[in-house]
């Protein structure tokens, strides 16, 4: 009796553990607190990132007005006042020479960036290092923001100099592009492959923070506390995610131990640029695998260049742009840059929280929804004549951000945790190489329309993300007829019956065991009708004392040949008797 209780006990203790109690608000937010992790650093990386984007503009536009074009304190003062009525010829000289720095500024800055990226990436795989690689690039940014604010004291610095600060030091360690691709690679560790479009939602929701409360404050604080003060607060921003990251960011995973090496052991940097590793890279990414791995890889790829390419392209001009199309200074700006954020954050939380946490909805379908959204607000801010047509735009492009989620998570989704470092830093490399092509074509393109139709970059852009839309399809419709093959195949061997059929240890399916019985019973409902009608004869045969055939017939000749079932059986042998 006590042996029969024992499976009983043990099975009401697995019903308990299956049934945990719900969360409090309190434990609830404890486990949210528990799983930060890169979110506050990302946060407090572009914050004074997006902070100091607008000063420095307004700084290049400074020092080109007033030391490279030397057109003195009257016409500067009314330019940065935004009286233009009778200096319009001025405002276009200075755009235009502004939008050629920018250009080759631009290409500075992702010039590095393009070759540290193989090495960070093979390296950081190689070490399971991320931290290094999100670190270092903040580093960098601290040490341009301190450049600007000797620029802006060394008041006779021409442009060139200010472009030139602003460029070299975060290209040297790798800028956002090395710092992304660390991040995702971290994020990708420490999640699985279920929670991970989520978890890239939740960081992109702080790169959406980060950047209205940055714009929003942009134009404000440059208004009331000047070049000194925005340089002054993103540094302090920078030295804050810089403590943040080195004390209380853990790598996220022990290091593994190496086996020994053959090779003479090498200095950091002889390991770090190693063209080895860079080839690995390569091969790695490119490699055939099931799926057509490889294509779509490249196609991913392609699709980090036609999405991220038109946003660095418009980035550059679009100050300008409003500038001159509807005389906006700085606040005009930064109110509406806070509005379009805030409505793209609005979108990114609806496609992450309800299309592809709750709905399900597939990263290829997400990707057509966000590069659809932005062919269409292209041609509404194209075409906009009034300053509410802006505001129109911000909100039809309200899913434009999600695209870069969906293209990060299916990145992901295709490699294994080892290779992520270098297929990251492969996307990296993609994406590091846009502001290089985009940032002079949208630059001269807006500098030889500017006054026929200053507009006709976003139609550009418009036109490039048609075909981000094309590969999401191709993705999309490529997975569904996996899916409806993996679905066939699976029907086909649950429904697969082969006659005779064993299993691998010999047992006989039950399909054919079953047909086996009835071919048995068969049988034996003839041999049992037989013996059952002869037996009837015979004694027919000795109580009339004759031979038991029929004019020299004999009785078996009218047995049937086919196998009759017991009623039928029953019923001949009546008739007999």
């Known amino acids: 009796m006590v042996a029969s209780n024992e499976p009983s006990k043990a099975q009401d203790q697995i019903c308990a553990t299956e049934t945990p109690k719900p969360l409090t608000w309190r434990e609830k937010m404890q486990k949210v607190i528990k799983n930060i992790t890169v979110e506050p650093i990302v946060a407090a990386y572009i914050m004074p ?4 984007n607008l000063a420095t503009q307004n700084l290049n536009l400074e020092k080109a007005c007033r030391v490279n074009m030397n057109y003195g304190d009257e016409v500067c003062d009314a330019l940065t006042r935004r009286e233009t009525t009778n200096y319009t010829m001025e405002e276009e000289t200075i ?3 502004v939008a050629h720095m920018v250009a080759w500024k631009t290409v500075i800055q992702s010039l590095f960036p393009c070759l540290l990226i193989l090495f960070w ?3 950081s795989d190689r070490h399971h290092r991320r931290k290094p690689c999100i670190l270092i690039p903040i580093v960098g940014e601290f ?8 620029c802006v004291y060394f008041k006779e610095t021409p442009m060139e100099v200010a472009g030139l600060t602003e460029a070299i030091f975060p290209s040297l360690s790798g800028g956002w592009f090395v710092m992304l691709m660390g991040v995702f690679s971290y994020i990708a560790d420490i999640t699985t492959e279920e929670e991970r479009t989520l978890r890239i939602g939740i960081l992109n929701v702080c790169f959406s923070v980060g950047v209205p409360i940055g714009t929003a404050l942009s134009g404000v604080l440059l208004k009331k506390i000047g070049f000194y003060g925005v340089f002054s607060i993103s540094a302090s921003l920078y030295v804050v995610s810089l403590f943040y990251g080195f004390f209380f960011l853990p790598e996220p995973r022990p290091r593994c131990i190496q086996p020994e090496s053959k090779h003479k052991p090498r200095n950091l940097l002889a390991d770090f640029f190693d063209k080895e590793h860079v080839v690995e890279t390569f091969r790695v990414a490119f490699k055939k695998g099931e799926n057509k791995r490889r294509a779509r890889v490249i196609l991913l790829m392609i699709v980090v260049m036609v999405v991220i390419g038109p946003i660095y392209g418009e980035m550059n001009v679009m100050y300008l742009f409003t500038r001159y199309r509807f005389n906006w200074n700085e606040v005009d700006f930064s109110v509406f840059n806070t509005f379009a954020v805030v409505t793209g954050l609005v979108g990114v939380l609806f496609c992450v929280g309800i299309l592809s946490h709750k709905l399900k909805l597939d990263d290829a379908l997400i990707g057509v929804l966000s590069s659809t959204s932005k062919i269409l607000s292209g041609f509404v801010y194209a075409f906009a004549t009034l300053p509410w047509h802006m ?10 951000g999600t695209s870069f989620i969906a293209m990060r998570s299916m990145a992901t989704k295709l490699v294994s945790k080892d290779e992520l470092g270098k297929v990251n830093s492969l996307f990296g490399v993609a994406e590091a190489l846009m ?17 026929v139709f200053p507009g006709a970059f976003y139609i550009l852009g418009g036109a490039i993300t048609i075909l981000a839309v094309i590969i999401f399809l191709w993705m999309y419709n490529f997975q569904r007829q996996q899916l409806r093959k993996q679905k066939s195949l ?3 061997e649950a429904c697969k019956l082969p006659a005779n059929s064993k ?5 006989i399916s039950t399909i054919d065991a079953i047909a086996l019985a009835s071919e048995a019973k068969g049988h034996l409902n003839g041999i049992v009708s037989n013996v059952l009608h002869e037996h009837i004869c015979d004694h027919s045969c000795l109580t009339e004392g004759s031979t038991c055939q029929n004019g020299g017939v004999d009785n078996k000749a009218f047995m049937p040949d086919v196998v009759e079932s017991d009623a039928d059986a029953k019923s001949e042998n009546n008739t007999h008797l």
Do not use: C, H, R
């Open 490 to 492: 699976d029907t086909a």
């Open 121 to 123: 990436g093979s390296w």
């Open 95 to 97: 755009q235009k020479m």
């Open 143 to 150: 040490l341009g923001t301190v450049g600007l604010i000797l």
């Open 49 to 52: 990132s997006v902070l100091s």
């Open 435 to 451: 502001p290089v092509v985009y940032a002079p074509m949208y630059s001269t393109l807006y500098a030889a329309t500017i006054k």
């Open 391 to 400: 505001y129109v735009g911000a909100i039809v492009e309200i899913f434009n």
């Open 503 to 507: 299993d691998p240890n010999g047992n």
